[in-house]
Structure formats: C-alpha cells, structure tokens
C-alpha cells in the first residue's frame, strides 16, 4: 500500500497568525495519528506578496509550536521549471489556451446577454482550442483551463460530497510568466506523493477545479479535507482590525505556546474549557470527528486569556 503522505504548506507573504498555526496543527495531528508522513513546502511563487524573512519565520514558528515533519524542506519556486513542462503536456491536450483578457474584461463578457451556463461554451472561449493555440500570442499572455460547464462534485472526508459549477475558464499560467495557484499546487502534490490535502474551507472550491486538472493529466487526485476557519468577531478573516493576532506577536510578548495550543483545543472540542496544553499533549488527546463543522470565531476573551 502506498504510504499515505500530507504537506503543510505556508505562504511567505506575511506572518503567521493564530487562524495558521490551528490549521497547521490541525493537519500535523491528524496526520500523526494516522501514520501519514508529513512535508512542509513553502509555496513561495507569489512574488509580489512575498514578505522578505517570512519563510525563516515560518519555519521558526513551526519548531517553536512543537510541529515537525519528515525530510527535508522544498520550496515551491524550484519546481517552476517542471511546471512548464506540465503547462505543454496540457497545451498538447488541447485542455488549456492563450488569452489576453484582463479579468474585468471576462467579467463584463459574462454579465452580457447569453444564453449560459449551457451547453454552449463561454463566449471568450475559442471555439477550437487547437486551432486557436496555433496562432501566436501577442506579447505575454494567460493561459487558461478549459473548465467543465456541468457541475463538477468534491467528495470531502469531512464535510461529504459538494457541487460546484466551475464553467468560468482559469488562469494556470499567467502574463508575468508565472504558474498560478492552481496549477503549482497540483502539480508539486502529485509529484511529490501527497495522498492526503487538509486546509481551510474557503479552499473547496479550489478541490473542484484541481480535480479538473488532475483528470486531464491522468493523475490520482488526493483526498480531501476542508476543515473550518479562524474568523474575527464580525465573522471576516482574521486582520489588523481584530487586533495583532501574529504568533511572533505574542512569543514576543511573553505567552507560553501551552497557552495558544489550549485556545485552539476549545476551537477543535479537544477540551472544553481554557487551560494550558502541550502540543503532545493535543496529539494525544484530539479527536478529528469532534471538529466543528462551522467556522470558528477568535473572541476578544480568547484573546484576553492568552495574556492572563
């Protein structure tokens, strides 16, 4: 049997918060208890959002947190090169094309009158992808994928099976000569044997078109688990408006990572109450099939009491 393998998988483009470091522990305990090996790549292709020192910080959060991993480390920006690669296998295909719209410019093709989704393609699709594909772009363009127009279903090993239409075409190669999201995270889980894909649930979406692709390349999709998030009181992503919620904020500040892990064991049911916890500590005691299946909410109180 092949052995069962996950990946922790930050972005260097900012710090690390308390929404994070639940998801990573969350994935690390789980894989733990089952066997599973565990990688940490950093996804460090967004140049633009890349905050300099961040990969090392990341780093020193994780082994601060108690969380560990098999291997070494990998670094998504190394893996461009067989990305491409992947790029033509697609274009051989005919599953992706060139396309020099901007995304405002779609979106105003899509609120025009049409008949769609139908059967029909989307207007700004090429009728013959091949034949389109033969003429030259002009200077640097996106490529885009050739996206299912029926609804295409995500079988999730924590919240079941869900559907989406996915019609609207994605970039997987953009005009800056970069892979997108999508494609790099396809591309680097199946070639380094990631069987296992835990992360937040504003994620499932993405599982729809990235079993899209991994049907075109003929390659074994993972399996999935979209777990909650970590949302501010009025129920946004966690930002500077709900205060400095930074893991670097409070090492800085003096707060024992016993106390961070105890917070996020009340987030996961792994206790009921707010008490100081290792992390060998969660590994033992947490339970996947307690998880909430709804977002959860960083209060103000939580907040106060990793300061008491």
């Known amino acids: 049997m092949k ?31 089952r066997n599973w090996s565990v990688s940490l ?8 959002r890349k905050k300099k020192g961040a990969s090392e910080e990341l780093i020193k959060v994780l082994t601060w947190a108690g969380i560990d991993w098999d291997g070494d480390i990998t670094y998504q920006s190394a893996t461009c090169t067989e990305m491409n690669t992947t790029l033509t296998k697609l274009k051989k295909l ?32 090429p009728d013959n992808v091949r034949l389109h594909n033969a003429t030259t772009p002009m200077g640097q363009t996106n490529w885009r994928f050739v996206a299912s127009t029926h609804p ?3 079988h999730d090993e924590f919240l ?12 997987l190669w953009s005009k800056n000569d970069m892979p997108s999201y999508q494609l790099a995270v396809v591309h680097d889980d199946h070639h380094q044997g990631i069987t296992e894909v835990v992360r937040g649930n504003d994620l499932l979406q993405s599982a729809a078109w990235q079993r899209q692709l991994y049907s075109a390349l003929n390659w074994v999709e993972p399996r999935w688990y979209h777990i909650p998030l970590i949302l501010g009181i009025d129920g946004k992503r966690l930002a500077k408006r709900h205060g400095d919620s930074r893991i670097a904020y409070y090492v ?11 917070l996020i064991a009340t987030w996961t049911n792994t206790r009921s109450t707010l ?31 990793l300061h008491e």
Request: a negative charge; one cysteine or more.
């Open 152 to 154: 295409v279903s995500v």
């Open 3 to 33: 052995q069962q393998k996950t990946r922790l998988a930050p972005s260097p483009t900012g710090a690390l918060h308390v929404g994070n470091l639940y998801a990573f522990l969350v994935n690390w305990a789980i894989a733990r208890q």
């Open 94 to 125: 005919d599953a992706i094309y060139h396309c020099n719209l901007t995304r405002k410019e779609i979106e105003d093709s899509l609120s025009a009158p049409h008949v769609y989704p139908s059967e029909t393609s989307p207007i700004y699709r």
């Open 160 to 171: 079941g099976t869900v559907s989406f239409t996915t019609a609207n075409d994605f970039v």
């Open 275 to 305: 008490s100081a916890m290792t992390t060998r500590e969660f590994l033992k005691e947490f339970d996947f099939t307690t998880l909430p299946k709804h977002d959860i909410l960083f209060t103000a109180e939580a907040n106060k009491w």
């Open 252 to 262: 800085d500040n003096g707060v024992p990572i016993e106390r961070i892990i105890g």
């Open 41 to 48: 790549r950093i996804e460090d292709i967004d140049g633009p």
